[in-house]
T-cell receptor, first 114, second 118 residues
């Protein structure tokens, strides 16, 4: 069964460093998402991406964040200068169509900022 | 106001018993979707079940069913015949604007930790 994959599974970084989180969505999917979950809290939407551009973003997704689809398979989230409060689990998700009922999540990247 | 409310921080159930996890939602959209995801201790998000606002029947997927009461704006998850492997965090989520204004953003509740006792 096709699945969303994410790398790395864990990343530890120093405050102020840049990190890039990588995702490979399901191959025929067209809508891509990033969510984050701070430890013990609910999952929060960051950004959605369609047709090579951001379609929607939350207030969390400020200028420190960017997303890119550098080739036909990868979908990346970059945090330019990490802060302690960026420590969280980051989930990538994808869906085939906008109205499709199932949004498939990757296993997540656990980011720790020291 | 919270869009998704899960009022049960934790629930306990005996193995083989049924359990209901509560979820209420708030939206002014006519077209929306409701989801339940399971998050085991390993951290991944596993899709369980979906209910569209216009679906006449309650959704079912194996041991999972969604008790959808539109007038009450509730979408409770019912797990029948609980198993030890059902112990996990369960999130209710909503996607609004299915009529075209949304690109699929999910809004999640705070989650309910379910513990299944042998």
């Amino acid at each position: 069964e096709p699945e969303v994959t994410q790398t790395p599974s864990h990343q530890v970084t120093q405050m102020g460093q840049e990190v890039i989180l990588r995702c490979v969505p399901i191959s025929n999917h067209l809508y891509f998402y990033w969510y984050r979950q701070i430890l013990g809290q609910k999952v929060e939407f960051l950004v959605s991406f369609y047709n090579n551009e951001i379609s929607e973003k939350s207030e969390i997704f400020d200028d420190q964040f960017s997303v890119e689809r550098p080739d036909g398979s990868n979908f990346t989230l970059k945090i330019r200068s990490t802060k302690l409060e960026d420590s969280a689990m980051y989930f990538c998700a994808s869906s085939e169509r906008r109205g499709q009922e199932t949004q498939y999540f990757g296993p997540g990247t656990r980011l720790l900022v020291l | 106001a919270q869009k998704i409310t899960q009022t049960q921080p934790g629930m306990f159930v005996q193995e083989k018993e049924a359990v209901t996890l509560d979820c209420t939602y708030d939206t002014s959209d006519q077209s929306y979707g409701l989801f339940w995801y399971k998050q085991p201790s390993s951290g991944e998000m596993i899709f369980l079940i979906y209910q569209g606002s216009y679906d006449e029947q309650n959704a079912t997927e194996g041991r999972y069913s969604l008790n959808f009461q539109k007038a009450r704006k509730s979408a409770n998850l019912v797990i029948s015949a609980s198993q030890l492997g059902d112990s996990a965090m369960y999130f209710c989520a909503m996607r609004e604007g299915l009529g075209g204004t949304s690109y699929g953003k999910l809004t999640f509740g705070q989650g309910t930790i379910l513990t299944v006792h042998p």
